[in-house]
Nanobody, 122 residues
């Protein structure tokens, strides 16, 4: 069993930055790909970024590429999402996710966090 707890959300002005953290319990963190998703009001959940469990390979949604950076610290069982140049369109609940192993598709996600609210004001 893996528990994921997000933190770092809040209210920020457009153009600002935030860093989200996701602390994971369990001894298998380092062997799981991790990802961030987000869900805005009235919209479906969308993929934001993912990071492989080995090698640190990353993939980003086109909407955040060049502005967001996902990283992980396996010693701390934590994955991060550094967000910059935020716009009101980035307003959403950001949710951390852990895959069973590799992350090929959303169906590989087996654990979800509760989410943290990010609100970007114009």
């Amino acid at each position: 069993q893996v528990q994921l707890v997000e933190s770092g959300g809040g209210l920020v002005q457009a153009g600002g930055s935030l860093r989200l953290s996701c602390a994971a319990s369990g001894r298998t963190f380092s062997r799981r790909a991790m990802a961030w998703f987000r869900q805005a009001p009235g919209k479906e959940r969308e993929f934001v970024a993912r990071i492989a469990w080995i090698g640190g390979d990353t993939v980003y949604a086109d909407s955040v590429k060049g502005r967001f950076t996902i990283s992980r610290d396996n010693a701390k069982n934590t994955v991060y999402l550094q967000m910059s140049s935020l716009t009101p369109e980035d307003t959403a609940v950001y949710v951390c996710a852990a895959a069973s192993g590799q992350f090929i598709a959303t169906s590989d996600v087996v654990y979800w966090g509760q989410g943290t609210q990010v609100t970007v004001s114009s």
